[in-house]
């Protein structure tokens, strides 16, 4: 199991930024695809943005564009830098490890975290 720990959220104006970022536990994150995802009040989890081992990105197409996701191996850290946010990117957000299936389908593997809270609000 990984544990991981998020952070980086807070209150933001339209059209504004934030980095957000994720800290594993554990020596084996090089070989880990991760992945972002966030709940917004009253819907369910989505993935956001998925990231391989070996540095390879997609995206939901409603954050395309606009965020990016990044990973530090040595700090078994992986990163959401979001611009141009929008009241509807309101959430909380998480990160966990993913396994990609090949149907397209990408899917959590660990237990989640506690997330961080992103607010857009002007």
């Known amino acids: 199991q990984v544990q991981l720990v998020e952070s980086g959220g807070g209150l933001v104006q339209p059209g504004g930024s934030l980095w957000l970022s994720c800290a594993a536990s554990?020596?084996?994150?090089?070989?880990?695809?991760m992945g972002w995802y966030r709940q917004a009040p009253g819907k369910q989890r989505e993935l956001v943005a998925a990231?391989?081992?070996?540095?390879?990105?997609t995206y939901t197409d409603s954050v395309s564009g606009r965020f990016t996701i990044s990973r530090d191996n040595a700090k078994s850290t992986v990163y959401l830098h979001m611009n141009s946010l929008k009241p509807e990117d309101t959430a909380v957000y998480y990160c966990?490890?993913?396994?990609?299936?090949?149907?397209?389908?990408?899917?959590?593997?660990?237990?989640w975290g506690q997330g961080t809270q992103v607010t857009v609000s002007s």
């Open positions: 990231i391989t081992s070996g540095g390879t990105t």
């Open positions: 966990n490890t993913v396994n990609y299936y090949s149907d397209g389908d990408v899917e959590p593997r660990d237990n």
């Open positions: 554990g020596s084996a994150f090089s070989i880990y695809a």
